[in-house]
């Protein structure tokens, strides 16, 4: 407790939190309303042709949002009956704290322009029959999206502060919708007899399918047949009969996708659905006997659909860029949209090219492909939006461009590929953190190799047809080298994103299907007649 009470004063102490921690510290009165952003529940009123409207943030802001303008309407007091204080955590006295200074990556002119109309807000009176009417419409929108005991969204935040927004209205502890909301956080609750911890969310559907792709990679009856029980699981939960809130910018397309979370059906994710095609494919080619086939092409409809209108795909939304959003005061964490990214769009060309030969004629994919050569960095390697970083974005957009038939000779692999021979640390390895995602970066900073960012870099080398290059070689020795007794290997280090600069992800199974999956590639291509490959990951 000592060591964290330092390191948080020594950051600037408990007043250079974010919004949505100041959000929780007014709640227990430890700083006054008035050192958080104004968010009026009116918010939810708002026609779609506002600046300002649900439909034009992510997914998960709206999820996190829409409770906590109810709590900020209430300004409930929460309940803390042992008086526990954490003032030592202050370099300040907290009741003088005021308003959080701009972000780094904020836009000082639009900045002060959103103060402004914080500033102003604090002065407006809403009618109560209006306010009442906006927090009915809060509530009404939280309760379609609960999600049973997967809760709102999700994912942590979302979950919490439905719970905490159901208790503010009054909702008894056993009412169906507060009890189903605290079920949902419960459930993310991991507890072991030394240790004990809160999930951010659960990954079944990525987790599955990408152990599916390492399974099929390795071959075997034995292995195939683990894999497709592993697909079968998946079919179901494939989302055909809600259309979420995708349908405000894509309202004529039929609803395909799978979610990330065991569910989540308002919220099917681009990057799973293309993940579990390509895995579902690449079974019906192995002997499924195509009972993949339907699932295959509803998901690619929906994919096709979700493309955005500069040729590539978010996560979730589609043309989710306005970026002006991301200065507004309660928008510091700089992560309020789910505009396009590399990595998503990659997996997206990698799933259109793999299940359709005739892809690579295809308009959409030549779009998605011009994208990916426009926002290849300078120094040969892709930004990585959800994992770390520019090496994962670099693995995914090299197998993409293998999937689409762009020339292992191309000048855009080339780049790539020396840069990631150039990257390669000591041990044969490849490692990088956090620090990469920093807004002033100027190219690769080391970092200790670890085995998922190892197998991504092994991959996308493979990917761009170069199984015989010694640095491949080397990258198989260090994972054959540091492989555990369990057969797996250890991972303490972070290599996932959820928001870049302000969190990251650790997932268990990174370090066991990625390393095994890139083996089997290896001794697959090595043992083949062509250097090439054949499936999109």
Known sequence: MVRARDAIRARGGASRSN?????????FDFIPWRAVPVMPVEIMLLPKWFPFHLDKVSYWSRTVLVPLLVLQALKPRARNPKGIAIEELFLEPPRT??????????????????????????FITFPKRLRQRAIERASAWVAERLNDEDGLGAIFPAMANSVMMFDA???????????????????????????????PCVSPIWDTALTCHALLEVGGDGAADQARKGLEWLLPKQILDVKGDWTARRPNIRPGGWAFQYANPHYPDVDDTAVVVMAMDRAQGSGAHG??????????????????????????????????????????????LDPPTEDVTARCVSMLAQIDETAPKSAALARAVD????????????????????????WSVLCALNAAGVDPTSPELRRAVAWLVRIQNPDGGWGEDGASYKLDYRGYERAPSTASQTAWALLGLMAAGE??????KRGIDYLARTQGDDGFWNEPRYTATGFPRVFYLRYHGYPKFFPLWALARYRNLKNANSRSMRYGM
């Not at 199984?467 to 491949?472: I, K, N, S």
């Open 291 to 336: 009972k993949f086939r339907a699932s295959i092409a509803t998901a690619r409809e929906w994919i096709l659909g979700m493309q955005s209108d500069n040729g590539a795909w978010g996560a979730f939304d589609a043309d989710n860029e306005y970026y002006y959003l991301n200065n507004i005061p309660f928008a510091d964490h700089g992560a309020l």
């Open 19 to 27: 919004v949505f921690t100041r959000m929780m510290l007014a709640l």
């Open 467 to 472: 199984v015989d290059h010694p640095a491949v």
């Open 97 to 122: 704290i005021g308003l959080a200074p701009k972000a780094p990556q904020q836009k000082a002119l639009w900045f002060w322009f959103f103060r402004g109309v914080d500033l102003v807000l604090r």
């Open 169 to 199: 209205l009054g909702y008894g502890e056993h009412h169906p919708q507060r009890a189903i909301a605290r079920k949902s956080v419960e459930k993310l609750l991991v507890v072991h007899e030394h240790e004990g911890y809160c999930q």
């Open 371 to 394: 994208y990916l050569r426009r926002t290849q960095m300078e120094e040969g390697s892709w930004h990585g939006r959800w994992g770390m970083n520019y090496i994962y974005g670099t």
